[in-house]
């Protein structure tokens, strides 16, 4: 081979062999890429996370998300499911979860992911979302758990549907307790009392049956006192209209015997 050809061949090699490093750290950079996690409850917290889902980095994002960290070992190299599950119980300890909310008002939590890669994105903020709710449901606290797509989506939502965002929120905190069998739409359809029936565990058709009940029997008792009514007005009429027959016909005894007498006096005297 001519001095040429070598250095032709040497050229290839070099410009393979620098395109496949660039290709395999293009590669290392995307599958290495780091996920940036908010968990806002009000304390709001930052975790950098890896893509084996281990904690990297903590960031408090207020005064009171630096309260709730105080009081935890680090979380670093933690998965960020049980990191996010430490913060939450840390929280709730301090009371930045309310353990008495209600399904009128329920705890919200905010998850916010930020990733290369809209799968990668999708995966993790499920992920921490059923971490949240399982958090929740296990330690029967009301909540519910939102990404901030589904948050503009719920008030976008509850506005198609003509109804408030709080019993929006309230049907997806039912459903995310697993409570019922209902569809959310089925949810959406019943009244608060009959939502708040079903969280109490009351049977919501006997619920409704017992409202019927109580709604016609009101209505019977209504349509009796209308009938009683009627009746009396009717015999109220009758007795008026009596006494004023009884009233023209004594009036007319005496015009005719005042005209008999008068009749009397005048012809046969």
């Known amino acids: 081979m001519n001095k040429k050809g070598m250095l032709m061949a040497i050229i290839t090699v070099a410009i393979v062999l620098v395109l496949s490093l660039g290709g395999y750290f293009t590669y290392r950079s995307v599958a290495y890429a780091d996920s940036l996690v908010t968990i806002d409850i009000n304390p709001s917290v930052q975790f950098v996370v890896n893509n084996q889902d281990k904690v990297t ?66 995966r993790l903020t499920k ?18 758990c939102f990404n901030s797509d589904e948050m503009l989506e719920i008030v976008s939502e509850a506005q198609s549907l003509g109804i408030s965002t709080g019993k929006l929120r309230m049907v ?28 109490k565990g009351e049977d919501v058709t006997n619920y409704k049956n017992g409202k019927t009940t109580e709604n016609n029997s009101l209505k019977s008792a209504n349509q009796n006192k209308i009938t009683a009514h009627n009746q009396n007005k009717v015999q109220l009429r009758a007795s008026v209209k009596n006494g004023w027959n009884e009233f023209i016909n004594e009036k007319i005894d005496e015009i005719g015997s005042s005209l008999r007498s008068t009749f009397d006096d005048l012809f046969l005297d």
């Open 57 to 122: 980095n903590v960031i408090a994002l207020n005064e009171d998300a630096e309260i709730v960290l105080s009081g935890l070992d680090s979380l670093i190299g933690l998965d960020s499911v049980v990191a996010t599950e430490q913060y939450l119980a840390e929280a709730t300890l301090l009371g930045f979860i309310d353990v008495d909310a209600d399904s009128e008002d329920p705890n919200a939590v905010l998850v916010t992911v930020i990733c290369d890669g809209d799968a990668a994105q999708t």
């Open 172 to 199: 997806k905190a039912i459903i995310n307790a697993g409570i019922t069998e209902n569809t959310e739409q089925e949810l959406i359809e019943m009244t608060n009392r009959e939502l708040v029936a079903l969280i």
């Open 127 to 144: 992920r921490l979302q059923n971490s949240v709710n399982d958090y929740m449901k296990n330690n029967g606290i009301w909540g519910v």
